[in-house]
T-cell receptor, first 112, second 113 residues
Framework: QQQVKQSPQSLIVQKGGISIINCAYE??????FPWYQQFPGKGPALLIAIRPDVSEKKEGRFTISFNKSAKQFSLHIMDSQPGDSATYFC???????????FGKGTRLSVIA | NAGVTQTPKFRVLKTGQSMTLLCAQDMNHEYMYWYRQDPGMGLRLIHY???????AKGEVPDGYNVSRLKKQNFLLGLESAAPSQTSVYFC????????????FGNGTRLTVT
């Protein structure tokens, strides 16, 4: 049973464009939703995270949008750059209670 | 500041052989995790530990054992390796107050022939 469903599997975006990656979850007890970024040959690194008491969180060019009623959250990368090319994972957990459950990942390629 | 260090970086095993993957963290984190990453499957939790001397099963624990005898170390053992265990293994750690902020090592690429 996949608790966090991520789409698309891969994404190609022009430099300067907007990259959008979506995740959906089933467990309404989840209350912490991070995104991780992974470059080839490296471990994932925390990029940005949100809790369900807010609908949006922005850090620089990266924004998480959260829709509690639809049980969906998404990552938006504004003004995408070739250096953003990486694999992105969404995740969810019940804070203080369970380990993170990860989506299957999205491979983003930003082309000039 | 080393963060999370995994050894070895690469390993090739024959079916039936055993090995131990080592993970060390220098951030005094309480929680430690072992994940495996396979193409199209994302990161799947094998085992985790919420403190020294404690371990718990994750999503895919079969064929693996773990030990956490010291707070800074988390060992993953394969008693009898199988080709299905060919994967990239990641260790991670997190603190008590920021449990969802995982710090990952750079992985161990294991091939079982």
């Amino acid at each position: 049973q996949q608790q966090v469903k991520q789409s698309p599997q891969s994404l190609i975006v022009q430099k300067g464009g907007i990259s959008i990656i979506n995740c959906a979850y089933e467990n309404t007890a989840f209350d912490y939703f991070p995104w991780y970024q992974q470059f080839p040959g490296k471990g994932p690194a925390l990029l940005i995270a949100i809790r369900p008491d807010v609908s949006e969180k922005k850090e620089g060019r990266f924004t998480i949008s959260f829709n509690k009623s639809a049980k969906q959250f998404s990552l938006h990368i504004m003004d995408s750059q070739p250096g953003d090319s990486a694999t992105y994972f969404c995740a969810a957990s019940i804070a203080g209670n369970t380990p993170l459950v990860f989506g299957k990942g999205t491979r983003l390629s930003v082309i000039a | 500041n080393a963060g999370v260090t995994q050894t070895p970086k690469f390993r090739v095993l024959k079916t039936g052989q055993s090995m131990t993957l080592l993970c060390a963290q220098d951030m005094n984190h309480e929680y430690m995790y072992w994940y495996r990453q396979d193409p199209g499957m994302g990161l799947r939790l094998i085992h985790y530990s919420v403190g020294e001397g404690t371990t718990a099963k994750g999503e895919v624990p079969d064929g693996y054992n773990v030990s956490r005898l010291k707070k800074q170390n988390f060992l993953l053992g394969l008693e009898s390796a199988a080709p299905s265990q060919t994967s990239v293994y990641f260790c991670a750690s997190s603190s008590l107050d920021r449990r969802g902020a995982l710090h990952f090592g750079n992985g161990t690429r294991l091939t079982v022939t």
